[in-house]
Nanobody, 130 residues
Framework: QVQLVESGGGLVQAGGSLRLSCTAS????????IGWFRRAPGGERDFVAA????????YYGDSVKGRFTLSRDNAGRSVYLHMNDLKPEDTAVYYC???????????????????????WGQGTQVTVSS
């Protein structure tokens, strides 16, 4: 079983950058795909980005494509979400989740489904001021 902790959130002006970290303890980190989701006030937990266990495949939601980038350090048991050109609409609590399922469906779209992920962190707040 893996435990996840997100960090790196904060307050930033529009156009600025942040790097979020998702660090794991327990389990074998390289066994898990990692997804990032976010929940804006009053909203649902929506897909942001995902990275496969090897780091070879990355996927992004339409609203962040071209601005956010994922990277992964399996030895360091961490995944990083690099967020550039932040906008006020990026304001949300950001969560990382771990999926231990390596079925082919993950690569064809399940990466964006919340219940694909078995384990979640507690979230980190990102606030972008205009």
């Amino acid at each position: 079983q893996v435990q996840l902790v997100e960090s790196g959130g904060g307050l930033v002006q529009a156009g600025g950058s942040l790097r979020l970290s998702c660090t794991a303890s327990g389990g074998t980190f390289s066994d898990y795909h990692i997804g990032w989701f976010r929940r804006a006030p009053g909203g649902e937990r929506d897909f942001v980005a995902a990275i496969t266990w090897s780091g070879v495949n990355t996927y992004y939601g339409d609203s962040v494509k071209g601005r956010f980038t994922l990277s992964r350090d399996n030895a360091g048991r961490s995944v990083y979400l690099h967020m550039n050109d932040l906008k006020p609409e990026d304001t949300a609590v950001y969560y990382c989740g771990a999926s231990g399922s390596h079925g082919s469906q993950y690569y064809t779209g399940r990466y964006r489904v919340r219940d694909q992920y078995n384990y979640w962190g507690q979230g980190t707040q990102v606030t972008v001021s205009s």
